[in-house]
């Protein structure tokens, strides 16, 4: 068996707590991809632009997908940075 170097960590209670269920895929692959490039205090570095060209979401598909994920309190944007949260109580 091959062990990789690090994992990141996704959270099973976003199964278990309905973000599954009512995120949309563009906002689901947004979280994986900020949970994957984030340090350890959940910050990343990216670029919007740069984020949307390897998702190869559309401005207004990505646009859509952060607002998703602000309103349900899974992610902070201030430009230029985003901010991976901890899942909030009770889920969405």
Known sequence: ???????????????HRGFFRTLSIEALALYLFLIVVSDQEGKSYYAEKTV????RLPPEKYSMALSELIRSNLVDFRRPFFWVRNLPPGGI
């Open 52 to 55: 949307s060209d390897i998702l």
């Open 1 to 15: 068996m091959r062990w990789a170097r690090s994992y990141s960590i996704v959270d099973h209670q976003l199964l």
